[in-house]
């Protein structure tokens, strides 16, 4: 083990009280191992987070489409109104100017 992970560890085993430890060969591996399981649990993490992000993204994108699909539905709606409307009045012209003749 080169010097630099070496006093990295000692540091690490003084300042969590862990200094016995680091001296037995089977202290090193102790500390490895945990530093493996903290390592993996922050890589699990990181990938529920991303996970997390992407449902929040396709639920906003779901979302928006229900709305533009919505609005296109109310502005369909809105036309078709219209058309019956005129169509309406065409009538009563009709029957008015019959009327009068």
């Known amino acids: 083990m080169d010097d630099r992970r070496r006093s990295t560890l000692c540091?690490?085993?003084?300042?969590t009280k862990l200094s016995d430890a680091?001296?037995?060969?089977?202290?090193?591996?102790?500390?490895?191992?945990d530093l493996d399981k903290l390592k993996s649990i922050m890589m699990m993490m990181k990938k529920?987070?991303?996970k997390k992000k992407e449902k929040e993204k396709e639920k906003r994108?779901?979302?928006?489409?229900k709305k533009k699909k919505k609005?296109?539905?109310k502005?369909?709606?809105k036309k078709k109104k219209k058309?019956?409307?005129k169509a309406k009045r065409r009538r009563i012209k009709?029957?008015?100017e019959e009327e009068w003749n």
């Open 11 to 15: 540091k690490f085993a003084d300042n």
């Open 22 to 33: 680091v001296d037995v060969a089977k202290g090193w591996d102790a500390i490895q191992r």
């Open 48 to 50: 529920k987070k991303k």
């Open 61 to 65: 994108k779901k979302k928006k489409k």
């Open 71 to 73: 609005k296109k539905k």
């Open 75 to 77: 502005k369909k709606k």
């Open 83 to 85: 058309k019956k409307m």
């Open 94 to 96: 009709k029957k008015e």
